[in-house]
């Protein structure tokens, strides 16, 4: 079965980063595309970055550009979020997975605070 487990989540405060990590199993890992999500109570999940099987494409959302950077390692069946200069509105949990698959794991939570 396919199983994605991420990690890495935490309290920041405003301009500070954190780093996320999705350790993925169960699948072939290095032909499938993989992407970032994150959502908060009442809102809509939104997928805030993008990534091709051979990592050399990536896109992000609006609301992250400039400040997120999604990577790959597929020797590792690992995913990578960047996050810098976070703000306040990047509060929620932060899932990985592949959009052909939509297999969910935990989550990871990140507050950034004020």
């Known amino acids: 079965q396919v199983q994605l487990v991420e990690s890495g989540g935490g309290l920041v405060q405003v301009g500070g980063s954190l780093r996320l990590s999705c350790t993925a199993s169960?699948?072939?890992?290095?032909?499938?595309?993989m992407a970032w999500y994150r959502q908060t109570p009442g809102k809509e999940r939104e997928r805030v970055a993008f990534?091709?099987?051979?990592?050399?494409?990536?896109n992000y959302a609006d609301s992250v550009k400039g400040r997120f950077t999604i990577s790959r390692d597929n020797a590792k069946n690992t995913v990578t979020l960047q996050m810098n200069s976070l703000i306040p509105e990047d509060t929620a949990v932060y899932y990985c997975?592949?959009?052909?698959?939509?297999?969910w794991g935990q989550g990871t939570q990140v507050v950034v605070s004020s």
């Open positions: 997975n592949a959009p052909s698959l939509s297999v």
């Open positions: 169960g699948f072939a890992f290095n032909r499938f595309a």
């Open positions: 990534i091709l099987p051979a990592g050399v494409n990536s």
